[in-house]
């Protein structure tokens, strides 16, 4: 049981590049999200799903798409990479209600030049 | 919009001792979940403890335990016998009924344990 696995760890992209950040989850939970972590600043919400099939915009949705074709998956696609989107992106599952832990990826932290 | 505030950036206690973590919350909602997520040098999200409005009790897990005051949209955190281990950033964490699924964060305290 792996919990929650993301892919890349690091990456360093070139202004204009796409990239696309893979989420995956071995606890069948419903709910997934991607964050970004700043310097000096909590985590705050890009995107999140709340099953199979469907997407919703959080607080930084800009420059950012998703999908959860999968139920497991829930990828985060850059189109074209700025710096200001340099970070480090956590996913997070969760099974049901609110109340419940959201179990949070080891991040990927992104470096955009 | 709700909001987290954290208003301590840096704690420090010698280990053993007692230490007290701020957040004060804002929300519209009348339902809503209050968390405190650890998060040591290696990244790795935790979760220390959770507490739902609607319960009076303060959560306690162990050595952690909240003191809630809803009135005030206070949760701070408190960790008894702190040890080492306890060093890391702590963020407390929205999540309200309204508006997006997910979770609001603060911006986070860094605990220093004194040895």
């Known amino acids: 049981n792996a919990g929650v696995t993301q892919t890349p760890k690091f990456r360093v992209l070139k202004t204009g590049q796409s990239m696309t950040l893979l989420c995956a989850q071995d606890?069948?939970?419903?709910?997934m999200y991607w964050y970004r972590q700043d310097p000096g600043m909590g985590l705050r919400l890009i995107h999140y799903s709340v099953g199979e099939g469907t997407t919703a915009k959080g607080e930084v949705p800009d420059g950012y798409n998703v999908s959860r074709l999968k139920k497991q998956n829930f990828l985060l696609g850059l189109e074209s990479a700025a710096p200001s989107q340099t970070s480090v992106y956590f996913c997070?599952?969760?099974?049901?209600?609110?109340?419940?832990?959201?179990?949070f990826g080891p991040g990927t932290r992104l470096l955009v030049l | 919009a709700q909001t987290v505030t954290q208003s301590q950036p840096e704690m420090s206690v010698q280990e053993a001792e007692t230490v007290t973590l701020s957040c004060t919350y804002d929300?519209?909602?009348?339902?809503?979940?209050l968390f405190w997520y650890k998060q040591p040098p290696s990244r790795q999200m935790i979760l220390v403890i959770r507490?739902?409005?609607?319960?009076?009790q303060n959560a306690t897990e162990n050595r952690f335990s909240v003191n809630f005051q809803k009135a005030a949209k206070s949760f701070s955190l408190k960790i008894s016998d702190s040890q080492l281990g306890d060093a890391a950033m702590y963020f407390c964490?929205?999540?309200?009924?309204?508006?997006?699924?997910?979770?609001?964060f603060g911006k986070g305290t860094h605990l220093i344990i004194q040895p």
């Open positions: 606890m069948n939970h419903e709910y």
């Open positions: 997070a599952s969760r099974a049901g209600g609110p109340w419940e832990t959201q179990y």
């Open positions: 964490a929205l999540h309200s009924g309204g508006g997006a699924d997910g979770l609001t």
């Open positions: 929300t519209s909602e009348s339902d809503y979940y």
């Open positions: 507490q739902e409005a609607y319960k009076q």
